[in-house]
């Protein structure tokens, strides 16, 4: 075996310098030796030619002249770790010694130290690590204990990578609900396509239609339904297109009490009579045309799902609420996310993720959603409970930091946004300025991924989806 590098220079435990002599790229792995503690796993971070050229004697070059030019290439190695005896990830705690030749890894080593193959039951398998042939798999306890965040500028993979999640959380029986605010999810009803790709990964197309439910006001396997009774006069106003709302919440307040003295279930049309008994026909006339709209979106009713109906069994819950306007979207999630957590608290629904799509509209950082408050009691206080978040979002700096910084697992995919990127980069721990800057220029496909099992940050190469992807591109010119 022929070292590509040997250290040099100032060296600490964690960050080493080393002269490059053989083939080595930035964001390969290495190995070297610790007089201590033997065969150590590393990265090179960053790579850079040292070169005598100054510009003068550029200017030379360009006439033609032959000037002699020295050059040299010096790495930035991060230090992985070792397993120790009982495999243990350990640091060494004692500077390497400068000569120590340095390796490029092999998978089995590589996969050895990282210890994240898929051989285990209760382990979601994610991809590869970049450019090798070494599986990528996420422990699904920590992943729905400690919640998980898919990050990624619009279009970069975001929905497919979940897909790729909820597929393994399916394979181990987890209860899953997805908030799908634009109907992509029920596709994965169906088998996927066969592509070259998918021999390498070791996946197969497969359809879980038997596992997946989906709930949607019309045309879903189930009628997503809210019990009407339940939504407060204040709320409702506040999703009407009323300009001057505070002047409706009197006229309607009196005409629900009025309805729940006689009911405590009642519809729309009940609301309705009752209004048509005010005096004021100007305001109840547009009460009326607003309580029509909502009854036309079929989402509250008199009697509304129970809650041991949207988790069983194992099964992916798909809520689908494309179609509704944001505010509505905002309502249900608040309603749905606050009965769900109830029930899991007295144990009266199984553990869960949810997995949350567009999280700056439900969990925004700045201004408020029907839904914030739930959603940061979720994040804070979930894993006591077995209820996981799966918080997707294009906008990472929108999304409220009291839930982005609660996830443990953390994977992100190409994101160019100064703002969102100084976000994950507040968010994420150990993540080197280099690595913030290759997030920039990822390709599709391609995430850094972040738990709490592992050292430091790894680029992982999402597997192929087994089922549909519903979110394909619209094509504007053939
Ligand atoms: N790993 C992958 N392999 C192959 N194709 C992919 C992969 N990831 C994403 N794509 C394709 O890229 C396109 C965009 O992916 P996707 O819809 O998941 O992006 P997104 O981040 O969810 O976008 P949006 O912000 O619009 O929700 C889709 O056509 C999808 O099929
Ligand atoms: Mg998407």
Redesign the pocket.
Known sequence: MEPIGILYGDLSPTILNCSISGKINQGDYVKLKHQENGWVLGKVDSIEAKTNLSIEKSYQVMEGNTVDIQQVISAKLVVIGYRDNRGLMQFPRTPFMAGTPVFGADDDFIGSVLNIGRTKRGRAYIGLVYGHNIPFTVDINSMVQKHISVL?K????????TGVIVEELMKNDVNVVILDPHGEYPAMKEKGNNTKDMLRFNVEPRSYSHKIVVFAPEGGDVALRFTLAQISVKELISIMNLSDARTYIMPLRKAVDAVRLTMSEYSFDDIITELKRQEDSSVSQALEKELRYLKSLKIFDKKGLRIDEIVKDGKVSVIEMKGLPPDVQELVVQRLVYSLFEARKKDRTPPLLMVVEEAHNFAPQQGKAFSSKIMRTVASEGRKFGFGLLVVS?RPAKVDKNVLSQCGTQIILKVTNPNDLKAIGNSVEGLTPTSLDEIQRLP??VALATSPELPIPLFVE?R?RETD?G???VRVVR
């Open positions: 990624a619009t279009g970069g993979g975001k929905s497919y990578l294009q599709i496909g999402v192929p992807d979110g394909k591109n």
